[in-house]
């Protein structure tokens, strides 16, 4: 979609969560924060989310589900939502990336992509 009426600034920051994971069993823990910004002109409502998990044996986990962390938030322009989640993988590394479905308060319905971003359990030297 061209028109800027309708658009989501979306950033991701994750982080490796060790005191809640097991590499010994194959389980690796990670938090992501996500913050949503209408960059958009027109009020902007998340309605519903789509994420797409890949660990490193490239398995692929779809999740979807009516609102984000129990929140439909309606985003003025300029105002933004902030959540933390989580996800567990397998492998020590894999990818996240999906997307947000939005209606906008003149009724018009998009699809907010969610860029890829990397989960990594970080190296340690011995």
């Known amino acids: 979609m061209s028109d800027r009426k309708y658009q989501l600034s979306i950033t991701v920051q994750h982080r490796y969560l060790a005191e809640q994971s097991d590499p010994g069993n194959g389980q690796f823990a990670f938090a992501y ?20 998990i890949t660990d ?30 989580g996800s567990q993988l397998a492998t020590p590394a894999g990818t996240m990336q999906g997307s947000y479905f939005c209606v906008a308060d003149d009724g018009e319905r998009f699809e907010a992509p969610i860029p890829a971003f990397s989960l990594s359990m970080p190296r340690t030297l011995h």
């Open 33 to 52: 924060t996500v913050r949503i910004t209408n960059a958009g002109s027109v009020a902007t409502q998340v309605i519903s989310r789509h994420w797409v």
């Open 56 to 85: 490193g044996n490239d398995k692929v986990v779809e999740v979807k589900g009516l609102g984000i962390v129990g929140h439909q938030p309606l985003l003025a322009p300029g105002q933004s939502f902030e959540y933390t989640s």
